[in-house]
T-cell receptor, first 116, second 112 residues
Framework: EAGVAQSPRYKIIEKRQSVAFWCNPI?????LYWYQQILGQGPKLLIQ????????DSQLPKDRFSAERLKGVDSTLKIQPAKLEDSAVYLC??????????????FGQGTRLTVV | KQEVTQIPAALSVPEGENLVLNCSFT??????LQWFRQDPGKGLTSLLL?????REQTSGRLNASLDKSSGRSTLYIAASQPGDSATYLC???????????FGPGTRLSVLP
C-alpha cells in the first residue's frame, strides 16, 4: 500500500515570497490533515478536510495560508506571503474515516520550509 | 482545550535497558491515543493506537497503556536498541471528528 506522498521535500524561499506544497493521501482515505511542526515542538494542526469539505481550520492563519482539496483527493497548501516564522516542517496526514476509534492517521515525509 | 505533555523531554540510555516514556493529557474525554516515532528529518511513523475503551496495546517490544481517568499513557520499550533512537510523540484525538493534539515529544538516544 502506497503511503502519503508529499512534495517537494525541501524548499528555501525569501520572506514575502509565496510557496505551495502538495499532498496525495493514501487511496480511499477520506480525511486529510495539514500540520505545521516547528523545530523541537510537536505538530500543530493547520487544517482538516473530510473529503473536499473543511472540518477544522481554526488554527490556519487565513491572512497568508490557504488550502484546498479539490475532488476530495489531492490537496495543496499555500503560503503567501511567507514570513520568517513560517520556517517549519509541513506534514500531511490521512486517515480512512472519522468517527471510528480504531482509525489510525498516517503521515507523509513532510516538506521542510526555510524562509530567509 | 486539550493540552498534551510528555516527560522526559530527552532520555539517554545504554543498549538493553527497558524504558518508559510518559504522556499526559488534560481532557480525559478522548477518542483514541496514538504513539508515533519520528526520525530526524523524517515524517511520523505510527507505532500503536489505543482506543478509548482499551487499556493497552502491544507490538513487538513496545507496549502502550492508557489510563483515561488520570489522563495518562505510557510507552514501554523493552530491551532497547540503538535503532530505537528517535523522537517519540503521543497524540490524542478528542470527540468524534476532532483532530489529533500532539505532545512535544521525547527525544530518545540508545547508546551502543
Amino acid at each position: 500500500e502506497a503511503g502519503v506522498a508529499q512534495s517537494p521535500r525541501y524548499k528555501i524561499i525569501e520572506k514575502r515570497q509565496s510557496v505551495a506544497f502538495w499532498c496525495n493521501p493514501i487511496s480511499g482515505h477520506a480525511t486529510l490533515y495539514w500540520y505545521q511542526q516547528i523545530l523541537g515542538q510537536g505538530p500543530k494542526l493547520l487544517i482538516q478536510f473530510q473529503n473536499n469539505g473543511v472540518v477544522d481550520d481554526s488554527q490556519l492563519p487565513k491572512d497568508r495560508f490557504s488550502a484546498e482539496r479539490l475532488k476530495g483527493v489531492d490537496s495543496t497548501l499555500k503560503i503567501q506571503p511567507a514570513k520568517l516564522e513560517d520556517s517549519a516542517v509541513y506534514l500531511c496526514a490521512s486517515s480512512l474515516v472519522m468517527g471510528q476509534p480504531n482509525t489510525e492517521a498516517f503521515f507523509g515525509q513532510g516538506t521542510r520550509l526555510t524562509v530567509v | 482545550k486539550q493540552e498534551v505533555t510528555q516527560i522526559p523531554a530527552a532520555l539517554s540510555v545504554p543498549e538493553g535497558e527497558n524504558l518508559v516514556l510518559n504522556c499526559s493529557f488534560t481532557d480525559s474525554a478522548i477518542y483514541n491515543l496514538q504513539w508515533f516515532r519520528q526520525d530526524p528529518g523524517k515524517g511520523l511513523t505510527s507505532l500503536l493506537l489505543i482506543q478509548s475503551s482499551q487499556r493497552e496495546q502491544t507490538s513487538g517490544r513496545l507496549n502502550a497503556s492508557l489510563d483515561k481517568s488520570s489522563g495518562r499513557s505510557t510507552l514501554y520499550i523493552a530491551a532497547s536498541q540503538p535503532g530505537d533512537s528517535a523522537t517519540y510523540l503521543c497524540a490524542v484525538r478528542g470527540n468524534y471528528g476532532q483532530n489529533f493534539v500532539f505532545g512535544p515529544g521525547t527525544r530518545l538516544s540508545v547508546l551502543p
